[in-house]
T-cell receptor, first 112, second 113 residues
Framework: GDSVTQMEGPVTLSEEACLTI???????????LFWYVQYPGEGLQLLLK?????DKGSNKGFEATYRKETTSFHLEKGSVQVSDSAVYFC???????????FGKGITLSVRP | KAGVTQTPRYLIKTRGQQVTLSCSPI?????VSWYQQTPGQGLQFLFE???????NKGNFPGRFSGRQFSNSRSEMNVSTLELGDSALYLC????????????FGPGTRLLVL
C-alpha cells in the first residue's frame, strides 16, 4: 500500500538557518504530494502541493520539488523564522476522491 | 470565504458513552473526510463522504460511523467509547469530484476518561 516516510525529529534550528525536511514515498501510479503544517493547538494547514513529476510547490518561502526518480518531496526553506516552529507533515493522495496518507510528522523548533 | 468549522472544539466523555462530532465544510465543497490524530498512530483516515454517500472507509471498527447531510455538513459518531478513542478528530473538505486538495478544520479534541 501507499506510504510516506519522513526523517526522524525533532529538529531545532537557529533563526535564519537553512531547513531541509526529507520525505520519501511509496505509491503506485502518479500521486499528488502535499506538505501540511500544524501549529500548536490547531488543525492542519496546507503549506504547498505538487501534482506531477518535476513540479515545484512553493509558499511562504518554503519549496518542495516532486522527484519521481527518487520518489521524494523534500521541504526546504532558505531562512527559517521563529514563527515557523510547528509540526510538518508530508502526505500523498493517489488521485481525486482518495484519502490522504500521511508521514509521522516532524517537529521544528526555531530559536531566536 | 469561511474555512472548515468543527464543533465542539473540546469534549470530555467517560468510557461506554457515545459522542457526536460535527463538521461544516467550506461553502461549495461537497466532499468531507474525517481523520483521527493520536501521538502513537499519527493521522489515520476514518471515512469520506460525497453527496451524502460514503465513498471510502478506513480501517476502524464499526463503533465509528458517519453521515453527511444534503447541505454537505457531516457528523461522525463514536459509540461505546474506549480510552483509546482519546484523540484529535480532524475534518477536511474538498471541492468535489475531481479535486484532491483537502482543507482541514481546527479539530475536535476528545478525551475519554
Amino acid at each position: 500500500g501507499d506510504s510516506v516516510t519522513q526523517m526522524e525529529g525533532p529538529v531545532t534550528l537557529s533563526e535564519e538557518a537553512c531547513l531541509t525536511i526529507n520525505c520519501t514515498y511509496t505509491a503506485t501510479g502518479y500521486p499528488s504530494l502535499f506538505w501540511y503544517v500544524q501549529y500548536p493547538g490547531e488543525g492542519l494547514q496546507l503549506l504547498l502541493k505538487a501534482t506531477k513529476a518535476d513540479d515545484k510547490g512553493s509558499n511562504k518561502g518554503f519549496e518542495a520539488t516532486y522527484r519521481k526518480e527518487t520518489t521524494s518531496f523534500h521541504l526546504e526553506k532558505g531562512s527559517v523564522q521563529v514563527s515557523d516552529s510547528a509540526v510538518y507533515f508530508c502526505a500523498l493522495s493517489p488521485g481525486a476522491n482518495s484519502k490522504l496518507t500521511f508521514g509521522k510528522g516532524i517537529t521544528l523548533s526555531v530559536r531566536p | 470565504k469561511a474555512g472548515v468549522t468543527q464543533t465542539p472544539r473540546y469534549l470530555i466523555k467517560t468510557r461506554g458513552q457515545q459522542v457526536t462530532l460535527s463538521c461544516s465544510p467550506i461553502s461549495g465543497h461537497r466532499s468531507v473526510s474525517w481523520y483521527q490524530q493520536t501521538p502513537g498512530q499519527g493521522l489515520q483516515f476514518l471515512f469520506e463522504y460525497f453527496s451524502e454517500t460514503q465513498r471510502n472507509k478506513g480501517n476502524f471498527p464499526g463503533r465509528f460511523s458517519g453521515r453527511q447531510f444534503s447541505n454537505s455538513r457531516s457528523e461522525m459518531n463514536v459509540s461505546t467509547l474506549e480510552l483509546g478513542d482519546s484523540a484529535l478528530y480532524l475534518c477536511a473538505s474538498t471541492l468535489g469530484a475531481a479535486e484532491e486538495t483537502q482543507y482541514f478544520g481546527p479539530g475536535t479534541r476528545l478525551l475519554v476518561l
